[in-house]
């Protein structure tokens, strides 16, 4: 502002030198009024030509920052752990985790822990998700079912496996948040329902493995039933607010069900109601 001031100063001082002896003063400030309007778009244009690249710049720097420490994380808590397929390795790096918190949690995104996500439930630890993942030993070809969608990560990481992820969530807000969220981040391969996934996705089934990301007391016998012969199902099992156990069952190519004890967990109650 203070330099259109100054401009404005220097014009009519330029221009008043040159005025006639009958002061016509009408046609000079109208010279005045086009030379500042041009000048003040002047100014405008490059002042954002000056804070966009700045802009740019601070983005390209929170990539890179991220990306750092979205690599470390894969290093130090899920390669140390012995999590050892390249694919699911590769998709915990691809996968931008902070991208699918809240936004006041991002710089906590790459800890070693579980964040809260809202509505009473949490993105899972790094190490859990990847260890899940690769129990599914999950397929290029494979289609797979995911109840608990949360906030999507975990199916935004299996989508970069398999063929196609079809995903559950009890939770309106929050299926709906991770549904915008997966579009957005181009995740085409994934297909969010707003629904209760005790009973499954009959329509799609079956499938390939199954994945939930919630702790019930038993397991779902539609989800059993939904489960291609051949295919694996990574469940925690256990009462609520307590220690569970995170279980790999199997289903033979006869259709006989095995169900092994991974390690003991803590997971959100699986939900069978919202409000």
Not at 66 to 72: E, N
Not at 198 to 220: L, N
Request: aromatic residues 10%; positive net charge; hydrophobic residues 40%.
């Amino acid at each position: 502002m203070e330099l259109l001031v100054i401009i404005y100063f220097i014009l009519v001082f330029k221009h008043g030198a040159g005025m006639d002896h009958r002061g016509n003063t009408i046609r000079y400030m109208k010279h005045l009024g086009k030379y500042l309007i041009v000048v003040s778009l002047f100014l405008t244009v490059m002042g954002v030509c000056l804070r966009f690249p700045c802009s740019c710049l601070s983005l390209e720097k929170d990539a890179r920052s991220f990306q750092t420490l979205r690599f470390k994380m894969v290093r130090q808590q899920i390669a140390s752990r012995g999590i050892s397929k390249e694919k699911v390795l590769q998709a915990m790096r691809d996968v931008p985790r902070h991208l699918f918190v809240p936004e006041k949690s991002r710089r906590s995104a790459y800890g070693d822990f579980p964040l809260a996500i809202g509505y009473g439930q949490t993105i899972s630890q790094p190490y859990i998700v990847a260890l899940m993942t690769e129990l599914l030993t999950p397929k290029q070809e494979d289609r797979a079912l995911e109840i608990g969608t949360g906030s999507g990560y975990q199916a935004a990481v299996l989508s970069r496996i398999v063929k196609k992820v079809f995903t559950m969530e009890i939770i309106p807000p929050l299926g709906r948040a991770a549904q915008e969220r997966l579009k957005q981040g181009g995740y085409d391969n994934i297909t969010v329902k707003v629904g209760d996934g005790y009973y499954g996705w009959e329509e799609h089934a079956p499938f390939d493995c199954i994945i939930v990301t919630a702790a019930s007391d038993h397991i779902p016998p539609p989800l059993i039933q939904q489960l291609k012969n051949g295919g694996k199902m990574v469940i925690p099992v256990g009462h609520p607010f307590q220690v569970q156990s995170l279980m790999l069952v199997e289903k033979s190519e006869r259709g006989r069900i095995r169900t092994k004890n991974i390690l003991a967990v803590r997971f959100v109650p699986f939900r069978r109601k919202w409000k």
